[in-house]
């Protein structure tokens, strides 16, 4: 029976990561569509209909690109970083509230936080791996800000578990069957969704690829699969950022076809974003951090509180 249990458990993970990717192949056919017509042009259109294996096209030629790697390099970590990358972005995902008995964590969001800070790492030792004085750079830009705003995704979290009184995922399900969080925590939503794109490095917070001012950020010495993990990986993180902020603020009935067209919705707004804001510029990045993210998140951690505390006499 056990072993029936584990062959399960295999396969619903590989179904899963499975998923995953192809959703990140036709993601990056979204946003380059979407770029397309917010630059009044057309997106990728040439290969099949309307370019919908252009993704897979790209994939193919990334991956039998020659692997090129800079001599003075540290082979094994410049190696392992963007494999290690991906497989925390694939891993996350394990934590999604499935009613099934598969992927039961009580400790869910813990495991999500755990997660997330294990990225910077992997972003921190690419940079540092390539030997090279501007990935290096991009490396360091990108994990203080990734550092700086996990303080205030951690206390935002931690003001969700005074609310529902559980670790557990599955208790955003019972809690948001009558009405949503986004109603009721709407500034709260506004701040977790510029935090995830500042998680995710993308714009305005794009300061680990900041293409327009360094030569490419923390990923330039990457060529061929090694940039195409890299890019794997942060696209499933966008993709898993979407499904949290639908999670906590949409309403979580997994099993549920509008579950996934709102976290698609999500995700294009990932897209928009990019197409309208400039870069945000590094000080005021940090200025948002520390003067307007962490107070907020303390002043309304200290709300839920003292609103337990109170309904508790």
């Excluded at 396969?11 to 192809?22: E, T």
């Excluded at 979407?34 to 030629?61: E, H, S, T, W």
């Excluded at 360094?214 to 060529?223: D, I, K």
């Amino acid at each position: 029976m056990l072993f029936m249990e584990n062959i399960l458990f295999i396969i619903s993970s590989l179904m899963l990561i499975i998923c995953i990717l192809v959703s990140v192949a036709f993601l990056t056919l979204l946003e380059r569509k979407v770029l397309g017509y917010i630059q009044i042009r057309k997106g990728p259109n040439k290969v099949g209909l309307m370019g919908i294996f252009q993704p897979f096209c790209d994939a193919i030629k990334l991956f039998t690109k020659e692997q090129t790697y800079p001599m003075l390099s540290n082979y094994i970590s410049y190696y392992f970083s963007p494999i290690f990358s991906l497989f925390l972005s694939l891993l996350v995902w394990m934590c999604m509230p499935m009613f099934v008995k598969l992927f039961s964590f009580n400790l869910g969001l813990f495991f999500f936080l755990c997660c997330m800070s294990m990225g910077v790492y992997t972003v921190m030792i690419a940079g540092w791996s390539s030997n090279s004085n501007y990935s290096l750079l991009g490396g360091l830009r990108s994990v203080a800000q990734t550092i700086s705003y996990e303080v205030s995704m951690a206390l935002i979290l931690l003001s969700f578990i005074f609310l529902i009184g559980s670790y557990n995922m599955l208790m955003f399900y019972k809690y948001q069957m009558f009405i949503w969080f986004l109603f009721i925590l709407f500034p709260f939503s506004l701040v977790w969704f510029s935090i995830s794109l500042a998680e995710t490095n993308r714009t305005p917070f794009d300061f680990a690829e900041g293409e327009s001012e360094l030569v490419s950020g923390f990923n330039v010495e990457y060529s061929s699969g090694g940039f195409a993990l890299i890019f794997l990986a942060e696209y499933a993180s966008i993709l898993f950022m979407s499904m949290i902020f639908c999670l906590l603020f949409l309403g979580a009935d997994v099993y549920n076809f509008f579950f996934f067209f709102k976290l698609m919705l999500i995700s294009f707004m990932f897209i928009w974003v990019r197409g309208t804001l400039p870069r945000f510029r590094y000080d005021k990045l940090m200025y948002l951090a520390w003067k307007s993210f962490l107070p907020f998140s303390l002043n309304m951690l200290l709300f839920f509180l003292g609103l337990k505390v109170f309904m508790i006499i």
